[in-house]
């Protein structure tokens, strides 16, 4: 019986596996997905921060009408925390120094107007002054031992700043799958080659390749004639040291659609078969016991592709136990007509409007064998099977491929 996408996704989450975990330096841990929790070491920040360069006062003396303070020492970044000797006085600070004992409030250059008075440096205040201003107080961003970044999270600019901060030069994080991508058939040719009248060049195992590299993922590429047997004993040979095979054609009803028929063969279970949507009708999905999962993904590029961003890439987020990015919702941008009991992923560019929610543009194309046509959008639209008429306007899930 063939599945629902609904029932297809769930199908293929359920046999989400953990890939492990592993110890990488901070400084490359970009894009991977951390397995730990990160605690502030000391505060944030670790003292009162000077937030301007200028002068440190007692605001008391301001208070009390003072408005001219002599220079009595200067503390800047980098230098161990001094006093102010006599509160009549100011002390100069620069951005980043500590604050100096016995002042409380830091004023600007910008608020001053400096002169010499008997061979003494000294300030005159020319703004209004709050007390406590331009200080950015010890542990006021957060405490010491305060949780910073969950597991979960995909390490990115800002996470490896705080990684940095507190000392951490060592992360835990998600152990990368490895993914085969396979490639079938006899009428596809090597990039670099000049293609017969009835060849093409291989197209899939690139796009997808390039989908994982997202992630983080550098796949093996591998392409197969359509030949049961050599199939067979390639992936004979694959079935040992890889998680992942994301394969590419072969899965329809043709006569040399052999795929599935050699994935029984090595002794995969098949999970379905086949999913009501469009495109993507013949996808296959398997595991094999203490094996790799398998996604037999149709031939067809837009289908391929659809697949991949439906499927493949939250499955291996799940694996990797990257949390899951919220559902996105868009507004069909115009009325769409699809009578066919599938669900259709409607190739889409996203757009914002005033209103601050996103319009989805649906994009020409010819079909799943269009691959160009993907280059105008940047989303799949998914409108579901039992609709027949969509209305512009109205909201729907979309699954953003850039
Ligand atoms: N009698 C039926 N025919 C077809 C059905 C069906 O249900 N009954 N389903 C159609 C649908 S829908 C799709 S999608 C395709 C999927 O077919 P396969 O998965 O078997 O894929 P192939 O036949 O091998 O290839 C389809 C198409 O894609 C091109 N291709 C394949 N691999 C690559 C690659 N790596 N790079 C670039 N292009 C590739 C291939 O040349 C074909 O043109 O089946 C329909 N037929
Ligand atoms: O369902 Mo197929 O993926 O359109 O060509």
Known sequence: MMLNVTAAFSAVMNTVRDFGTEQVPFDTAVGRVLRETIY????????????????????????????????????????????????????????????????????????????????????????????????????????????????????????????ATVGHALVTVSKRPRVVVIATGDELVPVTTVPEAHQI????????????????????????????????????????????????GAVSAGKYDHLPQVLHQLGMRQIFHKVQQRPGKPFLFGVFEKGPAVFALPGNPVSGFMCYYRYVQPWLQAGMRQNAAPPLYALLGEDVLFDKPLEYYLPVKLQSLPSGQWEALPQTYHGSGDLAGLLLADAFMALPAEQEIFKKGSSFPVWRFR
């Open 40 to 163: 502030a070491d000391r505060p944030f920040p670790p003292f009162n921060r000077v937030m301007m360069d200028g002068i440190a006062i007692s605001y008391d003396s301001f208070a009390k009408g003072q408005l001219i303070f002599g220079v009595e020492d200067m503390q800047a970044a980098g230098m161990s925390r001094k006093q102010l000797g006599n509160t009549a006085n100011c002390m100069e600070v620069m951005t980043g120094a500590v604050l100096p004992e016995l002042t409380d409030t830091v004023i600007p250059y910008e608020h001053l107007h400096e002169d010499e008075h008997e061979g003494f440096r000294r300030f005159t205040i020319e703004k209004e002054v709050r007390q406590g201003q331009n200080i950015h107080l010890l542990g006021s961003d957060a405490p010491a031992g305060k949780a910073l970044i969950t597991a979960g999270t995909q390490i990115g600019a800002a996470e490896i700043a705080v990684l």
């Open 201 to 248: 060049r291989l197209s899939n195992l690139y796009s997808i390749g390039a989908a994982l590299q997202g992630l983080g993922i550098t796949a093996q590429y591998l392409h197969l004639a359509d030949n049961a047997g050599a199939m067979e004993t390639h992936l004979q040979e694959l079935l040992r040291d890889t998680d992942v095979w994301i394969c590419s």
